[in-house]
């Protein structure tokens, strides 16, 4: 019967330690996985940032080349508009140079013409 108890005894002993062994490796598969998950999720967020990141400098690149690229157009037209007045008035002086040389001739002319 002593022999049947330390049976027993050592059978119960054997299955605590058992289940304490396989407890302790479920919470270690447990805790790793859930630190596998966190840092899964943290690098999937800062991937995500990242990616932010480069759109918004992207846009604001685009938006500054917009911005440049019309201030850029905006001189262009306002260079090309004052060369054309420029050349416009240059015309028109020139015209005006022309008329008053034909008038004084004309004149020159009819003073000659009465003498």
Do not use: H
Request: a negative charge; aromatic letters at 8%.
């Amino acid at each position: 019967m002593s022999f049947e108890i330390e049976f027993e005894a050592l059978k119960n002993e054997l299955k605590a330690e058992l289940k304490k062994e396989l407890k302790a490796e479920l919470k270690g598969e447990l805790e790793a996985e859930a630190e596998s998950e966190v840092e899964f999720r943290e690098k999937e967020l800062n991937d995500q940032k990242q990616f932010n990141r480069q759109v918004n400098y992207n846009v604001l690149t685009q938006k500054q080349y917009q911005g440049l690229k019309s201030a850029n157009e905006l001189e262009s037209e306002n260079e090309a508009e004052a060369e054309s007045e420029s050349e416009s008035f240059s015309k028109s002086n020139n015209n005006a140079k022309f008329d008053n040389d034909v008038i004084s001739k004309a004149e020159a002319e009819t003073l000659k013409k009465k003498f």
